[in-house]
C-alpha cells in the first residue's frame, strides 16, 4: 500500500556538551579545500560541531563517516579537520555548505540548521536518531590532536550516534578505514592490521614479480623523511609486515624533532633540498612525507651532487608508463588518462600529451576535484605536483585484468602482466574487487557477491512489510533494484539503502543513488 505521511521533524535532543564549546566572538570559519584549520586554540567548537554535522552525515547516507584531525603539512600550533564518507572520499561539494554555517553556529542556530537537515534525510519519521550513525576519528600526532578528537566524540554523541576513536593514524589509513568499513570488510579487514596486511601482501606480490637492479637484488634502500608526524610510525608498523621485502631507514620520526618544521613533503618542495640535517648520497632513494602522511615525494641527487625532485608530475609519468607497458603486455586496450592541477610543470603535459599520447585533463587544487574526474576514466593517474594522488582503475579494466589472470589458456607473459596491475591496483589504493552479480531463486535472491543477499535480508527487517530484491539488468550496465514496504516513505528508504549496499558490495554498478541536498 502506497501512503504518502507528511514528516514532522524537530530536534528534541538536549545538545549536552554544547554549553562546552560556545563559539569565541569574532571568528568565522570556512570548510576549505579540505576542511577546517586554524590555531588549535580556535577550534574547538567547530570540532564538536562536526561531530555533529558527521553523524547526520552517517544519517543521510547511511555509511559510516570518518572526522581526520589534522592540520596536515601546517605548522604544530595549527589543527584542523576533514570528513570522509563512502569509499574513503572526501565530504561532497554540496555538503560543505553545511559544515560552514555549522561551524560558526551558537545553539538555537545550530538546533535550527539540525532540523533542518534532518527533514532533508530519507527516511527519518522522528528526530530520534539510532545507535547505527556510527563516526570513525582519526588523530595526527599534533599536541592538541587529542583534547580535539575528544570534541568531535562529544558531537557524535550529543546527537546519539556512536564512534570508534582510532587515535593516531595517517588520513590513508583513515580513508582506508571508512572504506572498508562501508564495504562490510570486501576490499580488506577494517582495522590497521588489515589495511597493513593488505599493502605488505600486495607489495610482496608485486616485487615478486619485478626484475631487480643490478647490484640492487632483494633490496630497495630508502631513507624516508617522516616529517617529525604521524607517517613515521605508521611506516614502522608497516615495515613489521613487510619482512625483508623492503627496507626503509626513516628520519624525523618525531622523536626529537617538531612537526613539519624544516622537514617534510612541503619543505623539501619548496626549497628544493633536503630536510634539514639530512646528507644525501649518491645512489640512494629518500622521500619526504607530511604531516598525515598524504602526501609524498621523492628525490636524490646525482653525481655532481645536484637535487632532484620527483614530485606528483614525475610520479605521474613513472605510474603513467609503467601502465600503460603492463597494459600493451596483458594486451588491454584501456586508455591511461592524467588529471592534473594548474600547478603542473607544463613541459609534464606536453610530454604525455605528446609523447605518450594521453589525455590530460586539468582540474582545480584538491583532492576531490582530481579524484571525481579521475574516477571517470579507465585507469585515471592523479598526482598533484605537490605530492597527492593515486591511481584509480575503473570496474571494466579490473574485471578483464581478473578475467585474463584466470584464463589458463593465455599466454603466460600476458597473464603475468595483467597479474602486475592486479597487485598494482591493491597496492596504489585500496579499490574493491569489483565482482557481477549473480542471482537465483527466480532471480529473488542474490548469490554473487558473498554477503550481499544477507545484507539486503537485514535491511528488509528494518521495514514492515517489506520485501527486496537485487537483480543486473540484462539491457543495460545497470543493476536494477525492487523494494515494496508498507509505506512509500518505508518502501523509498528500503530502495535508497539495497542501492547502497550494490554500490559497496558490487562495485558501484549503475548509479549511485542519492538523496536530493
Ligand atoms: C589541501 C589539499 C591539497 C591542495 C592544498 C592547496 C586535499 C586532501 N588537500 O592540502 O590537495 O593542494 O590544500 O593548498 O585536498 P592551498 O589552497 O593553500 O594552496
Ligand atoms: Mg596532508
Given at each position: ?400 585484468v581478473a578475467?585474463?589472470m ?12 595483467a597479474t602486475q596491475l592486479y597487485h598494482t591496483s591493491q ?91
Amino acid at each position: 500500500m502506497a501512503m504518502h505521511t507528511r514528516r514532522r521533524v524537530e530536534m528534541d535532543t538536549e545538545l549536552q556538551n554544547a554549553n562546552a564549546y560556545p563559539v569565541p566572538s569574532g571568528i568565522t570559519m570556512e570548510y576549505g579545500t579540505a576542511g577546517f584549520r586554524a590555531p588549535a586554540c580556535n577550534l574547538p567548537h567547530v570540532m564538536y560541531r562536526m561531530g555533529l554535522l558527521a553523524v547526520m552525515r552517517a544519517r543521510y547516507t547511511r555509511e559510516v563517516i570518518g572526522v581526520m584531525v589534522t592540520a596536515s603539512h601546517n605548522p604544530e600550533e595549527d589543527n584542523g579537520v576533514k570528513l570522509m564518507e563512502g569509499m574513503g572520499e572526501m565530504l561532497p561539494v554540496s555538503w560543505e555548505r553545511h559544515a560552514t554555517s555549522f561551524a560558526s553556529a551558537h545553539l538555537g542556530e545550530l538546533r535550527t540548521q539540525l532540523s533542518a537537515l534532518l527533514r532533508d534525510c530519507p527516511g527519518t519519521e522522528s528526530s530520534s536518531p539510532a545507535q547505527k550513525y556510527h563516526v570513525l576519528i582519526g588523530e595526527d600526532t599534533r599536541a592538541s590532536s587529542k583534547m580535539l578528537a575528544q570534541a568531535v566524540s562529544h558531537g557524535v554523541t550529543d546527537l546519539g550516534g556512536t564512534f570508534k576513536n582510532f587515535g593516531l593514524v595517517t588520513t590513508p589509513q583513515l580513508h582506508y578505514l571508512v572504506a572498508s568499513h562501508n564495504s562490510e570488510g570486501l576490499i580488506g579487514e577494517p582495522s590497521l592490521d588489515g589495511y597493513y596486511h593488505k599493502l605488505s601482501e600486495a607489495y610482496k606480490a608485486l616485487m615478486a614479480q619485478s626484475k631487480p637492479q643490478p647490484g640492487n637484488e632483494g633490496s630497495y634502500p630508502l631513507t624516508m623523511d617522516g616529517a617529525n608526524g604521524v607517517g613515521a610510525p605508521k611506516m614502522a608498523e608497516l615495515l613489521s609486515y613487510m619482512k625483508h621485502s623492503l627496507s626503509v631507514k626513516i628520519i624525523n620520526n618525531g622523536e626529537s624533532g617538531k612537526l613539519n618544521h624544516e622537514c617534510g613533503a612541503d619543505y623539501v618542495k619548496i626549497g628544493q633540498r633536503a630536510p634539514k640535517g639530512l646528507q644525501m648520497r649518491e645512489g640512494r632513494i629518500y622521500c619526504s612525507l607530511d604531516g598525515d602522511a598524504d602526501r609524498l615525494l621523492y628525490y636524490f641527487v646525482d653525481k655532481s651532487d645536484t637535487f632532484h625532485l620527483v614530485d606528483g608530475d614525475k610520479i605521474s609519468t613513472l605510474m603513467a608508463i609503467f601502465i600503460q607497458h603492463l597494459l600493451k603486455e596483458a594486451q588491454l586496450p584501456f586508455q591511461v588518462s592524467v588529471v592534473q592541477t594548474a600547478y603542473a610543470n607544463g613541459s609534464s603535459t606536453h610530454y604525455f600529451e605528446e609523447t605518450l599520447l594521453l589525455q590530460v585533463y586539468c582540474l582545480p587544487t584538491g583532492v576531490k576535484y582530481l579524484h571525481a574526474k579521475a574516477k571517470e576514466c579507465d585507469i585515471g593517474v592523479y598526482f598533484e605536483a605537490n605530492g597527492h594522488g593515486t591511481v584509480l582503475f575503473g570496474k571494466r579494466v579490473l574485471d578483464k585484468v581478473a578475467e585474463i589472470m584466470q584464463d589458463s589458456g593465455r599466454p603466460e607473459a600476458q597473464r603475468a602482466a595483467a597479474t602486475q596491475l592486479y597487485h598494482t591496483s591493491q597496492l596504489i589504493n585500496q579499490v574493491m574487487d569489483r565482482q557481477r552479480i549473480t542471482t537465483t531463486d527466480a532471480e529473488r535472491r542474490v548469490t554473487h557477491p558473498d554477503g550481499l543477499q544477507a545484507a539486503i535480508e537485514e535491511r528488509v527487517h528494518r521495514h514492515l512489510q517489506a520485501r527486496a530484491f537485487v537483480r543486473p539488468s540484462g539491457t543495460e550496465d545497470m543493476v536494477r533494484v525492487y523494494a515494496e514496504a508498507e509505506t512509500q516513505e518505508s518502501a523509498d528508504c528500503l530502495a535508497h539503502e539495497v542501492a547502497l549496499l550494490v554500490h559497496r558490495l558490487a562495485g558501484g554498478v549503475g548509479e549511485e543513488p542519492r538523496a536530493p541536498s
